[in-house]
């Protein structure tokens, strides 16, 4: 029994090695065929950078020849000057957010911008690079210099277009299709940030469709490639060397860089430019109408999706609107069969039309789908004033004492809250903690009663209160659509 015991415990030493021995060579067999494996996927990476790096070189090779150096001169004390001194950084995306330095008559002031040829003699630029200069010159990459003998702006989309004489044929950019952009998509952009000249930054698109208040009519792509002051007036170009944006301010809490740039789509300027060079300015055509985006809050009542159309809020008298039978609460669903989603879509769109054509428009009106007929007209030079007038933000009032925020009853919102024909104060907003939402008044009350007496305004309203008491308790008449009732509200 003993020896075959032994003769066991060698048979299974046996086994066990020749196993182990067979793992280490199966091991390394394997580790043998990963090591050119992974040496193979190093090596594709590799190569997928350099493509990338080349995609970049090449783009940057394409444009740089075109973009051009913008360098301005203006006189304070002009005519065209600005009356409070001059801005260091006059030209840039910052100009907005520095104060002026003390005037300095007769003492020109330099600023300094980049742009695109886009044509012989023909520079692309912004707006505010060239705004107020009594004296532009264009910087070539090649060291040239050549005086401009004229200049053409449309502010509405900070655009303009610079003209100086050269005898040779000069490089022009290829421009792109900014439609065909995404979010993601890799971009560069060009110009002489902080005067050093044919500086390349890369980066992607961020966002598209933004807004932003200095500029009424452009809905500007986002961008992290690094703009910074001088860049203004350059191109954002995409990897096949398409300029497809004209670089225009940057979002930043310090002044400088902070990955949040905007580019002016160069779609928009395609349509802009040419109007600029036979024109000197740029025809929009227009409906007369405000409009809002339809929200969650508003689309179960109009009975539309979020984003499945603009709603009118006001409609401008004597308009193209007004003639076309489009009333407040529409809800604008297509304009020639172009579905509406935001109130880009529609302003873009109508603008873009030529003055005096005809347009079909399905609107959705009560729950009922309608087809209207509509003739766009030029576009009064006083209708940005217009437009606010008719869709400026209403007055309001807050109240710390009774914990109640109150504002204008506009025409669109009493036709939400089926308050048509009536005047008071609209309650915005109630703390439940102080006195007013204590005393049960809600959001979307009208306030039509002080103390009896009756207020048709924010102002009637606030003037009610000076002489109204909470000690003594303060008595108001409130309407919603269903119900007319007095709540009193005490400290």
């Known amino acids: 029994m003993a020896l075959r015991a032994r003769k066991w415990r060698k048979n299974s030493l046996r086994i066990a090695v020749r196993t182990l021995g067979m793992v280490a060579i199966l091991m390394g067999a394997t580790w043998a065929m990963e090591t050119p494996a ?22 940057a090779k394409a444009v740089i020849p075109t973009v051009v150096t913008v360098r301005t001169t203006t006189t304070p004390g002009t005519a065209s000057s600005r009356p409070r001194g001059s801005n260091p950084f006059r030209g840039t995306p910052f100009e907005d957010m520095f104060d002026e330095m003390p005037n300095h008559p007769n003492v020109p002031m330099p600023g300094m911008g980049s742009g695109v040829i886009i044509g012989q003699g023909l520079v692309l630029t912004n707006n505010h690079v060239v705004r107020g200069a009594d004296k532009v010159t264009i910087d070539l990459s090649d060291g040239r210099r050549f005086p401009v003998t004229e200049v053409k702006t449309d502010p509405q989309t900070d655009l303009a277009v610079a003209r100086f004489e050269a005898d040779e044929t000069l490089p022009v950019a290829k421009l792109g299709d900014s439609d065909k952009l995404d979010i993601g998509d890799w971009v560069i952009a060009v110009g002489n940030p902080f005067e050093l000249e044919q500086t390349v ?36 170009v995409n990897l096949s060397g398409e300029v497809v944006g004209i670089n225009t301010a940057i979002f930043s809490r310090s002044g400088g860089y902070q990955g949040i740039g905007f580019a002016i789509p160069i779609n928009l300027a395609k349509w802009v430019t040419p109007q600029l ?5 740029v025809q929009r055509a227009y409906l007369g109408v405000g409009i809002a985006a339809v929200t969650r809050e508003m689309s179960e009542e109009l009975g539309v999706a979020p984003n499945g159309g603009v709603v009118v809020q006001s409609v401008g008298e004597d308009s193209p609107a007004a003639r076309s039978g489009l009333k407040i609460d529409d809800v604008v669903l297509a304009f020639d069969d172009e579905p509406m989603r935001s109130v880009a879509d529609l302003q873009e769109i109508v603008e873009r039309s030529t ?45 710390g004492q009774l914990g109640l925020t109150v504002m204008e009853l506009t025409e669109y919102m009493a036709g939400r809250l089926g308050l048509k024909g009536a005047k008071g104060a609209l309650v915005m907003s109630v703390d439940a903690r102080r006195p007013a939402g204590r005393a049960g008044l809600e959001e979307n009350m009208l306030i039509t009663k002080v103390n009896d007496q009756a207020i048709e305004s924010v102002a009637q309203f606030v003037e009610a209160l000076k002489s109204a008491s909470l000690d003594d308790g303060v008595k108001l008449e409130v309407r919603t659509k269903d119900d007319t009732k007095t709540i009193t509200v005490k400290r």
């Open 38 to 59: 992974r040496g193979q996927d190093d090596a594709q990476a590799i190569e997928q950078a350099n493509n990338l790096s080349r995609a970049f070189r090449s783009a």
């Open 201 to 236: 930054s890369a980066g992607i698109i961020s966002a598209k469709g933004r807004s932003l208040g200095s500029v009424e009519r452009a809905r500007f792509l986002q961008t992290d490639a690094a703009i910074n002051p001088g860049n203004s007036g350059g191109p954002l």
């Open 277 to 281: 060079v036979e024109k000197g300015s």
């Open 355 to 399: 003055a005096g054509s005809k347009h079909k428009m399905r609107v959705m009106r009560d729950g009922e789908t309608l087809e209207l007929e509509v003739v766009v007209e030029a576009m009064p030079k006083d209708f940005g004033r217009m437009v606010r007038a008719i869709t400026e933000t209403p007055k309001f009032h807050m109240d």
